[in-house]
């Protein structure tokens, strides 16, 4: 069936690096375009960076702008978010999201079950 | 990056309908009819209900549906179930390509 299953979370220092992957399966991964969104625990949810089904285009919210990189690799069906300089506030459960129609943007159709981040010292 | 205008909580009775806001800018809401509407219980994953403004994902109960005027979109839920308690995000293509979600909002079923 149509999965996305994120692993790389965990806890790290401020300042340190970490990359998130989201592995795909159950559908055509390379025709869709992928989101990544977070949510802190008993907050909102929060758009962190989208990838085209081809990598052409990656965009980002402000809050992680420059110190964050999304990337997939189509062969292996996995999509990819490198964190760099990691702050406290990038805190949160980080979710890949994928569009409920291929070739499209619009509306988070699928969602993996999310990878805790922890930022702290 | 600011967030799109929702009620903090919306409550009603069991049978009743109840209305979702949510307020967005001439960046967003206005210029794109990309709002999508999402359903999230404690500890659960969100759950997409509506795409494209008024779209319904095929499983999505038709009690469930959206519409937008101007620089407002809205999730109007029919017949609330208990089951509807829950939390309720919008969401909205933004201009230079980016996404933003609203605060949300809090269901409460009396």
């Known amino acids: 069936q149509v999965q996305l299953v994120e692993s790389g979370g965990g806890v790290v220092r401020p300042g340190r690096s970490l990359r998130l992957s989201c592995a795909a399966s159950?559908?055509?991964?390379?025709?869709?375009?992928m989101h990544w969104v977070r949510q802190v625990p008993g907050r909102g949810l929060e758009w962190v960076a989208v990838?085209?089904?081809?990598?052409?285009?990656?965009y980002y919210g402000d809050s992680v702008k420059g110190r964050f990189t999304i990337s997939r690799d189509n062969s292996k069906n996995t999509l990819y978010l490198q964190m760099n300089s990691l702050r406290a506030e990038d805190t949160a459960v980080y979710y890949c999201?994928?569009?409920?129609?291929?070739?499209?943007?619009?509306?988070?159709?699928?969602w993996g079950q999310g990878t805790t981040v922890t930022v702290s010292s | 990056q600011s967030a799109l205008t929702q009620p903090a909580s919306v409550s009603g009775s069991p049978g009743q309908s109840i209305t979702i806001s949510c307020t967005g800018t001439?960046?967003?809401?206005?210029?794109?009819?990309?709002v999508s509407w999402y359903q999230q219980h404690p500890g659960k994953a969100p759950k997409l209900l509506i795409y494209?403004?008024?779209s319904r994902p095929s499983g999505v109960s038709n009690r469930f549906s959206g519409s937008k005027s101007g620089n407002t979109a809205s999730l109007t839920i029919s017949g609330l179930q208990a089951e509807d308690e829950a939390d309720y995000y919008c969401?909205?293509?933004?201009?230079?390509?980016?996404?933003?979600f609203g605060g949300g909002t809090k269901v409460t079923v009396l």
């Open positions: 999201a994928r569009p409920v129609v291929a070739l499209s943007l619009y509306g988070m159709d699928v």
């Open positions: 969401s909205s293509k933004r201009t230079i390509g980016t996404w933003v």
């Open positions: 494209e403004v008024s």
């Open positions: 159950g559908f055509t991964f390379s025709t869709y375009a």
């Open positions: 001439s960046s967003d809401v206005v210029v794109y009819n990309s």
């Open positions: 990838i085209y089904y081809d990598g052409s285009n990656k």
